[in-house]
């Protein structure tokens, strides 16, 4: 179906109906997974996104495996389903969840937030540790210190003016007088 690869959880090995079908196989855990995982890069290729390939039995299974009864041993553990009918085919519970374009998607998507809550960015660096107030404060840029330059200039008071002095400010800025502008004749 949606191919490129599959998710494996990681505690795979300890699940018990891992353990139950190496029982069953008279197989190990490793051997076991392995043909698990086989199986399952098989059904992410051939099964419809509900988990159902058609005109497939268990025995089908067995040959993709490499492991005689391997479709029964997943089927008594509850992870396949199989058609009574001939042709009627198999079903693997719980695919939507594992399998599939959505399922890759999600876990996707929550590698990507485990990453982004670990403090690690997409290229893998981590992010830029947060400072202090007291650390930015230290740190201003040129602009800042320029308009807080500008903001202690008019906190400060003006000196007194001198008695019978006309009184003059002296932050204030003097322009020149504008050109008159009106059309003159014979021009």
């Known amino acids: 179906m949606a191919g490129g690869w599959i998710k494996l959880r990681t505690d795979l090995q300890s699940d018990p109906a891992v353990i139950r079908l190496a029982s069953l196989l008279k197989l190990d855990t490793f051997g076991v997974i392995g043909r698990l995982t086989t199986v399952w890069v098989w059904a992410d290729t051939h099964a419809d996104r509900h988990g159902h390939v058609t005109l497939v039995s268990r025995s089908c ?112 800025r003097i322009s020149s007088p504008k050109p008159d502008r009106t059309p003159r004749p014979g021009l």
């Open 61 to 172: 299974l067995d040959s993709i495996a490499l492991c005689d009864g391997f479709g029964a041993a997943l089927e008594s553990v509850g992870w396949l389903k199989s058609s009574p009918e001939e042709g009627g085919g198999i079903t693997f519970p719980r695919f939507d969840r594992h399998m599939g374009e959505g399922a890759k998607q999600r876990a996707q998507a929550a590698n990507r937030k485990q990453k982004q809550r670990s403090g690690e960015s997409r290229s893998g660096h981590a992010d830029v540790p947060k400072m202090s107030r007291t650390q930015r404060d230290t740190s201003v840029t040129r602009e800042e210190k320029k308009r807080e330059e500008k903001k202690t200039n008019k906190d400060t008071p003006l000196p007194p003016a001198e008695p019978g002095a006309a009184r003059s400010n002296p932050r204030r």
